[in-house]
């Protein structure tokens, strides 16, 4: 089988190369046309007519004029967010091997291709993509710097003129958080905000929030922060900082020490509690630590803390008892204490350590239980030491019960509202802070400052709520405001309200009211349109008996290239479409009364330009011209005004005249000779100079034989190797008499000559026969595959699929050379001679130096190159090399000469010469596997029989 699949494999080779690397085209010395690229020049692109689009707002569903890629007074651009494409992370390399595994999967899947080229194709991408693993690896290791990173793009964003919703044209929907902002500005906007920047929304919010709870909130702590207290107490502190709801000051809340039934620690130490201001009103107690400073007469200074009694020590003084006093009272007392034993002195009293003092939190807070808290605490940092109020208990009606039994009451709401602190906010150590249960609610929502859910202290009327709220914005309806009710404990209902000069006292709410404070009327009113070629495009104030002059006028006029034989109204309509009414701004600036027409709200005036109306026009030039191509045609434009917006005639080439293909209007188009002739330099005159048509052509002659410059290489055993220029009728005599003439070292048998137009044909041929290979592989393929019934043979038909797969692979990587077979002769004897062929340009001549060895190759028993021996035959370099092997085929030797031509008849009577290459393919003999032909055999006979018998039972 082995012997089978070389025999096929050999014969592919000498095909392609009979065929391919030394076609008949080869030998020929026909002159290959290169085709030229040239540069064109087209001024039609991007030149596309743009005029004004029509649109429906999505929203209120009105319509609506733009210009598409262009600025106008309801559109404009903005940096919208888009998926980098191009962000690679550390999952590209493994795809990468997944990649390369499914490619070498699909070549193994013979069946299901196509053609063989592309699954050549398909391995040269797998060697790529191996390649190039590291490389990507890398960039995905380096893109994870830039991970996180957004990319952006210019977007055209549309504003509705009538209820202001903004929305793309391609009517996706818009996402506010991927708009290109800076971080300050990158958050939700208020209420305030959305009623100058958005669209009045149709209805009202409802997912409404208690009033005042956020004030509060503490997120829970993660496991981390439990882990690390430090860290913990520093995160407190900070969300403290951040999360103080409506603007609190920090001092309201700030740094006091606690420590509390279910809490976890501190907020701040004692440190902290050291440097808080003391107000004067301080009341002085047990544990307290009081710094004198005493200075004139005697300079003196000491700490003193305020025992269990309730009294100090003072030097010389003795006791004094200033529990229950003030700071600023204590400090006259001590004042006085010590006139009694000093002179001429001063005193300064100031609070050092500040006691700690027992409360218990009790009633609707989330962590009751007894807390240890500064004594300059006050209610409200003692609520947020116990979690603040539940969303059960009442903001209104906290209670602080004295260790003597006295009670009173705070109202949050003063603070929260107003910013007061009532004096009956301090604590004292024993006290009792009890959170009862909330009160009646109402709430309000829709277009107020303040939409949330707020408790009351029995009645309360829609003014005080109004205050509450922050009142209504802008964009708030007074007119319209709904009150949805609970009857009963039954049902909800809707109580619309009528209010009387706006006097909000007069009405009573009641406990689960609601207020929705409904927008005012989402379109705009009262304005028209004007757009396109005008000084001041945009939207006006429709004024009574406003005409399209009076529009025009208040838009600063017309821009120059105002078409002025259309606009056009376009007008609201019943179903508010828009109908189209067509006027002449000519007549109409003429004096025209009927097109002067009377204008009604929400028109749109379109002012079109001459461009958008008719697209321009354009002649083409080719030929000996610098910068061919298609140029706008502009009014009497001439030859010579094409020859010079097209760069001039090239420099370097010989012009002989142009053709003009003309366009005649009302009749056929005509071919004209121009006379085009070159003064000097860039300059030219031209004799029938005409004004161009739309469609119009000018092809300007050269004669390329007369400028070209064609360059050609020698080198290796010559005198004078390298690059020259060649003249039109040169032949290789003349370029090897230029380049000095042979060496001695010269081995002229041996000389490669290439071409670069062969190189093209053999290339084109290669395609071609690797094109029709694939067809004959893919036939024989289905052949074998229906007789294949065993086995055995369908390992034989793969195994054969492959050889023939690896031997067209090879072929279709050969590096083609386009060399052309040449006997090199000594100067004297080349000139006139078949081989003194014309040259072209990129041609090449290699003259080797004098091989001293012949090479011999395949079935011999030790293939290698053996020295030179004159006057020796085929069989003696066979016989150097260890002779033939027992599968060489003899007939089938071969001599490839130094030249590339090959021999193979009468072999063993021809002299060998210096530089050859011996060739022993090996010898094919096919082979039938055991039982095969016996198998074959009763197949067909089996087939007989049963087409016998059918044909019996049918007679």
Not at 130 to 156: C, F, I, P
Not at 321 to 342: D, H, P, S
Not at 414 to 436: C, H, M, N, R, W
Not at 753 to 772: A, C, G, N, Y
Request: glycine share 8%; charged share 25%.
């Amino acid at each position: 089988m082995s012997k089978r699949f070389s025999f096929i494999n050999f014969s592919i080779v000498i095909i392609f190369l009979l065929t391919t690397v030394f076609p008949s085209d080869a030998f020929s010395y026909q002159n290959a046309k290169d085709s030229e690229e040239r540069s064109f020049v087209d001024e039609s692109k991007g030149m596309d007519i743009v005029s004004f689009k029509k649109i429906r707002c999505p929203n209120c569903l009105m319509e609506f004029f733009y210009i598409p890629g262009k600025d106008s007074p309801h559109s404009h651009w903005v940096q919208y967010e888009i998926k980098e494409e191009l962000n690679v992370n550390k999952e590209d390399s493994l795809n990468i091997e997944d990649s390369l595994k499914d490619t070498q999967d699909k070549i193994k899947e013979l069946k299901k291709k196509d053609s063989l080229l592309s699954l050549f194709k398909l391995k040269d991408t797998a060697k790529d993509k191996t390649s190039s693993k590291e490389t990507a690896v890398q960039n995905a290791l380096t893109a994870q710097a830039s991970k996180g990173q957004v990319g952006y793009k210019l977007r055209q964003q549309l504003t509705c003129p009538y209820d202001g919703y903004v929305f793309f044209p391609e009517g996706d929907l818009l996402d506010q958080a991927k708009f290109k902002l800076s971080p300050a500005l990158f958050q939700e906007p208020s209420n305030i905000e959305s009623s100058f920047s958005k669209a009045i929304s149709f209805g009202a919010p409802k997912d409404l929030k208690q009033f005042g709870y956020e004030l509060f909130f503490v997120p829970e702590k993660s496991g981390k922060e439990e882990e690390n207290k430090d860290g913990s107490l520093l995160g407190s502190a900070k969300s403290m900082e951040s999360l103080a709801a409506l603007g609190m000051l920090k001092t309201a809340l700030g740094g006091q020490g606690a420590q509390g039934a279910g809490l976890s620690g501190q907020i701040t130490g004692a440190e902290d509690t050291a440097v808080i201001p003391v107000s004067p009103d301080y009341i002085v107690g047990p544990g307290d630590t009081l710094l004198i400073n005493i200075w004139g007469s005697v300079q003196e200074s000491f700490p003193v803390e305020v025992d269990r009694e309730g009294k100090i020590m003072l030097p010389k003084s003795g006791p004094l008892y200033i529990w229950g006093m003030k700071l600023k009272e204590a400090e006259v007392r001590i004042t006085q204490r010590l006139n009694e034993f000093y002179t001429n002195f001063n005193v300064s009293v100031s609070m050092g350590k500040l006691r700690s003092i027992r409360v218990f939190m009790m009633g609707e807070v989330k962590k009751p239980g007894a807390y240890s808290i500064s004594s300059q605490s006050n209610i409200f940092q003692a609520l947020y030491q116990a979690g603040g109020p539940t969303k059960m208990g009442s903001m209104r009606k906290i209670k602080i019960v004295s260790s003597d039994s006295k009670s009173r009451e705070i109202d949050l709401y003063q603070f929260l509202l107003k910013g007061e602190q009532a004096d009956s906010s301090i604590i004292q150590s024993g006290d009792t802070i009890f959170v009862s249960p909330i009160g009646d609610v109402v709430a309000i929502t829709g277009n107020v400052k303040r939409p949330a859910i707020y408790e009351t202290k029995g009645d309360i009327s829609l003014s005080d709520l109004m205050d509450f709220s922050g009142g209504i914005t802008p964009t708030g309806n007074l007119q319209h405001l709904q009150v949805e009710r609970i009857k009963d404990n039954e049902r909800r209902i809707v109580v619309d309200m009528e209010l009387k000069n706006n006097n909000f006292k007069d009405i009573n709410l009641r406990n689960g009211d609601m207020i929705i404070v409904s927008p005012i009327v989402r379109l705009k009113h009262n304005f028209v349109t004007i757009l396109g070629n005008v000084e001041n495009p945009g939207d006006y104030g429709l004024k009574e008996d406003m005409s399209v002059k009076d529009l025009m006028q208040t838009a600063k006029g017309m821009m120059p290239g105002t078409y002025l034989s259309r606009a056009e109204i376009a007008r609201v309509s019943k179903d508010r479409s828009r109908e189209i009414i067509p006027i002449n701004l000519d007549k109409m600036m003429m004096g025209g009364k009927d097109e002067d027409i009377s204008l009604k709200e929400w028109d749109i005036l379109l002012v079109y330009s001459e461009a958008e109306v008719s697209s321009p026009s354009y002649v083409e030039i080719d030929g000996a011209i610098n910068k061919p191509g298609k140029y706008e045609l502009t009014p009497n434009m001439k030859i010579s005004d094409l020859i010079f917006r097209a760069g001039g005639v090239t420099s370097s080439d010989f012009i002989r005249g142009a053709e003009l293909f003309h366009i005649v209007p009302g009749e056929q188009p005509v071919v004209r000779e121009i006379g085009v002739k070159r003064i000097f330099g860039a300059n030219i005159l031209i004799d029938k100079d005409i004004i161009l048509q739309s469609g119009d052509t000018l092809f300007v002659k050269r004669e390329p034989k007369l400028t070209e410059r064609k360059m050609i290489i020698i080198k290796g055993e010559v005198r004078f190797p390298g690059t020259y220029p060649i003249i039109q009728g040169e032949r290789l005599s003349d370029l090897i008499s230029r380049a000095g003439g042979y060496t001695n070292d010269a081995f002229l048998p041996g000389a490669l000559f290439t071409r670069k137009s062969i190189k093209e044909v053999q290339e084109k041929m290669r395609q071609k026969f690797l094109e029709k290979e694939q067809r004959t592989l893919m036939e024989e393929q289905q052949a074998l595959l229906l007789r294949a019934g065993s086995s055995a043979n369908a390992d034989a038909i793969t195994s054969s699929v492959r050889a023939r797969m690896d031997m067209m692979e090879m072929i279709s990587g050969a590096d083609i050379e386009g060399r052309m077979v040449i006997a090199l002769l000594p100067l004297d004897q080349l000139k006139h001679t078949k081989y003194d062929i014309p040259l072209e340009d990129g041609d090449t001549l290699t003259v080797p130096q004098s091989p001293s060895a012949v090479t011999v190759i395949g079935s011999v028993n030790n293939p290698t190159s053996v020295p030179f021996e004159v006057s020796k035959g085929v069989d003696y370099y066979i016989q150097r090399t260890g002779g033939l092997t027992k599968h060489a085929d003899k007939s089938g030797i071969y001599v490839v000469r130094a030249n590339g031509e090959a021999i193979n008849k009468f072999m063993m009577t021809k002299f060998v010469e210096r530089g050859d290459t011996i060739v022993i393919p090996q010898e094919f003999k096919y082979w039938t596997p055991p039982g095969q032909l016996l198998k074959d055999t009763v197949e067909v006979l089996s087939r007989i029989a049963v087409g016998v018998g059918i044909i019996a039972a049918l007679q």
